[in-house]
């Protein structure tokens, strides 16, 4: 009996942890990007933008050592996936260090974004409990959240989700 429980309270804890959200909070519909032509835009605004899309989310940093490693893979899948969207969030710490990160590393794919709030203070952020960057999302066509976490570009589920939510 007591074999059971516990065999019971360790599946329910360990769905628990992996459980996903399938929605952005209203919250972080409600943060306020900023544009590459210095305008700001909700998130909300940006997955309106994007409906029927999947959309490959990057959130990520020009000072970040991993976020940086994985520029390469990252540009290999978006080759390899052409029909899916890159929206990069940055928490680059200022305008200028974002847009000298895009020019530098050469990302002049998908639409780009800067969290003005910043790590701490973002709704977004806040909402999808962000804990290290780079931190990767897909969202498919209806506007689910098809993969919540991901932080390597070699995940499988992220290259499975990938490859199942492209219509």
């Known amino acids: 009996m007591k074999k059971n429980v516990l065999t019971v309270f360790f599946t329910v804890v360990?769905?628990?942890?992996?459980?996903?959200?399938?929605?952005?909070?209203?919250?972080?519909?409600?943060?306020?990007?900023?544009?590459?032509?210095?305008?700001?835009i909700t998130f909300s605004e940006i997955l309106d933008a994007n409906k029927g899309k999947t959309l490959f989310i990057d959130v990520w940093a020009s000072w970040c050592k991993d976020c940086l490693e994985s520029i390469p893979e990252l540009k290999e899948i978006n080759a390899r996936h052409g029909d899916v969207t890159f929206i990069f969030l940055s928490l680059d710490r200022s305008v200028k260090g974002w847009e000298r990160g895009r020019k530098k590393?050469?990302?002049?794919?998908?639409?780009?974004?800067?969290?003005?709030?910043?790590?701490?203070?973002?709704?977004?952020?806040?909402?999808?409990?962000?804990?290290?960057?780079?931190?990767?999302?897909?969202?498919?066509?209806?506007?689910?959240?098809?993969?919540?976490?991901?932080?390597?570009?070699?995940?499988?589920?992220?290259?499975?989700?990938?490859?199942?939510?492209?219509k």
Not at 22 to 38: H, I, P, Y
Not at 131 to 136: A, F, G, L, S, T
Not at 151 to 163: F, G, H, R, S, W
Request: charged content about 25%; hydrophobic content about 35%; proline content about 3%.
């Open 14 to 40: 360990s769905l628990a942890l992996y459980a996903q959200t399938r929605e952005f909070s209203e919250e972080a519909l409600q943060d306020v990007f900023l544009t590459t032509e210095g305008n700001d």
């Open 105 to 166: 590393h050469k990302l002049d794919y998908g639409q780009h974004y800067f969290i003005k709030a910043g790590w701490k203070k973002s709704p977004f952020c806040q909402s999808i409990e962000l804990d290290w960057i780079p931190r990767y999302m897909v969202v498919d066509p209806e506007g689910r959240i098809a993969l919540f976490k991901a932080i390597e570009t070699d995940d499988t589920q992220l290259i499975n989700t990938l490859n199942q939510t492209i």
